[in-house]
């Protein structure tokens, strides 16, 4: 496909990867803004799936009207790989060219935009939009949906604290963050928690314990521990709900919060009770912070492909919303930063 303004008409959008809030600002964006540059819009409908099988749908104003502050997204996700199989790679090529497509905007993580920057070496015409709600591709200082992520957890904490203490119980709750835990650190410093356990950090379950029985030595009868899903134990074992790998080679993670659950009461002596949050997090309307995100990215997303600058990803640096290359962009991982999370460390206990 030839990067050039001459005869160009016609984008695809696509999401992929796990849903979170903001999906649906950055698709209203990004249409309103391809529109108002004379091309027409198209929604691929379940990520690449929909480039597989030639699912899709017109993007008009009407379609993107009152979806800013929908949750979800209007045009259906899966996490679909498309290079698994070498007959899907060639009909998601075939299916460009028979919807006359002159380039992509494809929104997801890293699964999401390693498949673009594979297609962008075949010649396709991709732009990419970061989406994770785990805030851990690099290259962009926020991605949209962990804001809400996050104010969703840190209520959820809040609310535990209450019956916690009535109880004089342990509350131990596991939140989404599969590589990093940025949620569960941002979650438990806003939501006050005794104890953060993430996946940059090896678990020591001894220490976490003591911080425990000391709390209950000065009089606090209740803690309140926050596990990010990635979280490991000292020996390495992460903890899966199932073995089965998806389409991208990961497993479904889950399970640390019950198995943490059990091995502090075993421990402590003292009762303990365990919420994981799971899909909660990925539910409802986007915070104002994510809706306006989705909508800077969208509109930055769409001016790359009418400016015919594709290989790129928006991103967020500082307050200014800029491109980088998307083979950079969607390759490395951003963990917590140590020092942000040495500060949680200050309320343990």
Known sequence: MNPTNSNMHKVGILTGGGDCPGLNPV???ATR??????????????GWAGLVHEDTVSLTLEAVSGILPRGGTILGTSRTNPFQRPEDAQRVQATIRSLGLDALIAIGG??????????????????????????DLSNTDYTFGFDTAVNIAMEAIDRLHTTAESHHRI???????????????????????????????PIDLDDVCEIIKKRHARGKGFSIVVAAEGAQLKDGTAVAK????????????????????????EQT???????VLGHIQRGGSPTA?????????GIKAAELVVAGQFGRMVSLQGNKIVAVPLD??????????????ELSKIFSG
Request: with cysteine; aromatic share 6%; glycine share 16%.
């Open 27 to 29: 698709i209203r964006a």
């Open 33 to 46: 803004r391809c529109m108002g540059g004379g091309w027409d819009v198209v929604g691929i409908k379940n």
């Open 110 to 135: 890293e699964d999401t935009l390693g498949v673009a920057v594979k297609l962008i070496k075949q010649g396709v015409n991709v732009v990419g939009v970061p989406k994770t709600i785990d805030n």
């Open 171 to 201: 509350m131990v709750i596991e939140v989404m963050g599969r590589h990093a835990g940025w949620i569960a650190t941002c979650a438990g410093i806003a939501g006050g928690a005794d104890v953060i356990l993430i996946p940059e950090e």
């Open 242 to 265: 199932e073995e089965k790998l998806d389409a991208f080679g990961h497993v479904r993670l889950g399970g640390i919060g019950h198995l943490l659950g059990s091995r502090i009461e």
């Open 269 to 275: 002596g003292f009762e303990t009770r365990v919420t």
């Open 289 to 297: 912070f994510d809706r306006i995100l989705g909508t800077r990215f």
């Open 328 to 341: 950079e962009g969607a390759i490395a991982m951003k963990t917590v930063d140590p020092e942000l999370y």
